[in-house]
Nanobody
């Protein structure tokens, strides 16, 4: 049974940092597409950062470029998202997703992923 478990969310002041983790179990995702998505109240789920094949392809939403960094540790079957220079508009529930069969052109489409974590809340507020 495949499971994705996120952790690392919390309350942080504007300009602060957080590191999110997503631990996968049940199978290896070394060559799979994996990514981070977020959903704010009243908004649709949007892509934040995605990668394929442990970083061979990595993409970021324009709104987070230069501030967020996705990384993967294949040995630990874990994906991370380093969030720096956080803004109030980054407040959302952050989800990790994975799919072993996803094609590169679908990486940013949340509907293309089979496996999802339960989400971790990130709140940026003074």
């Amino acid at each position: 049974q495949v499971q994705l478990v996120e952790s690392g969310g919390g309350l942080v002041q504007p300009g602060g940092s957080l590191r999110l983790s997503c631990v996968a179990s049940g199978r290896s995702f070394r060559d799979a597409g994996m990514g981070w998505f977020r959903q704010a109240p009243g908004k649709e789920r949007e892509f934040v950062a995605v990668s394929r094949r442990s970083g061979a392809v990595t993409r970021y939403a324009d709104s987070v470029k230069g501030r967020f960094t996705l990384s993967r540790d294949s040995a630990k079957n874990t994906m991370y998202l380093q969030l720096n220079s956080l803004k109030p508009e980054d407040t959302a529930v952050y989800y990790c997703a994975a799919d072993p069969a996803i094609i590169t052109s679908s990486l940013t489409n949340p509907g293309a992923y089979d496996y999802w974590g339960q989400g971790t809340q990130v709140t940026v507020s003074s």
